[in-house]
Nanobody, 117 residues
Framework: QVQLVESGGGLAQPGGSLRLSCATR????????MNWYREAQGKQRELVAS???????KYVDSVKGRFTISIDNDKRTVDLQMDGLKVEDTAIYYC???????????WGQGTQVTVSS
């Protein structure tokens, strides 16, 4: 059974950094795409970053050069390093994994990130 548990959210000042971590259980990285989404108040949930088991990563334009997604195989986590935070990064961030060919789609419970001075 797949389980995803996010941690690391909180309050940061503009220009600051936070690191989100998604502890994964039951996820075989080779057959899933690992994603971080976010949902700001009043807006649709958007894909922020995704990564494959071979390290190939993609980012939404608004976070390119500021956010880095990575897999820690030893800890079994998918992490999102967020630097140069902006007020508009404020949102609930969700960890997600999607099966390549199975239609499987799993979500974590979300973690709040607030960027404010």
């Amino acid at each position: 059974q797949v389980q995803l548990v996010e941690s690391g959210g909180g309050l940061a000042q503009p220009g600051g950094s936070l690191r989100l971590s998604c502890a994964t259980r039951g996820v075989v990285y080779q057959v899933f795409t690992m994603n971080w989404y976010r949902e700001a108040q009043g807006k649709q949930r958007e894909l922020v970053a995704s990564i494959e088991s071979d390290g190939r990563a993609k980012y939404v334009d608004s976070v390119k050069g500021r956010f880095t997604i990575s897999i820690d195989n030893d800890k079994r986590t998918v992490d999102l390093q967020m630097d140069g935070l902006k007020v508009e990064d404020t949102a609930i961030y969700y960890c997600n994994v999607k099966g390549h060919n199975t239609g499987s789609n799993y979500w974590g419970q979300g973690t709040q990130v607030t960027v404010s001075s």
